[in-house]
């Protein structure tokens, strides 16, 4: 049965400062199960998310698991939900310089 192991919100201290991060766990031994679990787990990433400081801007998941598809993706990708005056809205990165992109904005707003 796959789990969330934790799910909460930390303050942390990074070399810019005092930072919000939302740390995530999660258990995935049942493969099969794994689309329907990631679902599951982003609707409380939200409800979580909805909870935490403004400013929180740090995301953090461990998987515990035997996927390979986890390490042999082909395409390295990130998706995102940015919040807004509406709620949430899902981005999607897709590949290396998605990625990099992503983090080097991140990195000029803080």
């Not at 995935?28 to 409800?47: G, L, N, W, Y």
């Amino acid at each position: 049965m796959n789990t969330i192991a934790n799910l909460k919100t930390l303050n942390l201290q990074s070399a810019e400062g005092p930072v919000a991060a939302i740390v995530i766990g999660l258990n995935i031994p049942d493969v099969q199960a794994a689309d329907s679990f990631v679902q599951e787990v982003a609707e409380k990433f939200k409800v979580q998310r909805m909870c935490s400081p403004p400013t929180t801007s740090v995301l953090l998941i461990t998987v515990v698991t035997e996927m390979p598809a986890l390490v042999e993706q082909e395409t390295a990708a990130i998706v995102a939900f940015r919040r807004t005056q509406n709620g949430f809205v899902r981005e999607a990165y897709e590949g290396l310089d998605g990625a990099r992109r992503r983090s080097t904005a991140w990195r000029n707003r803080h």
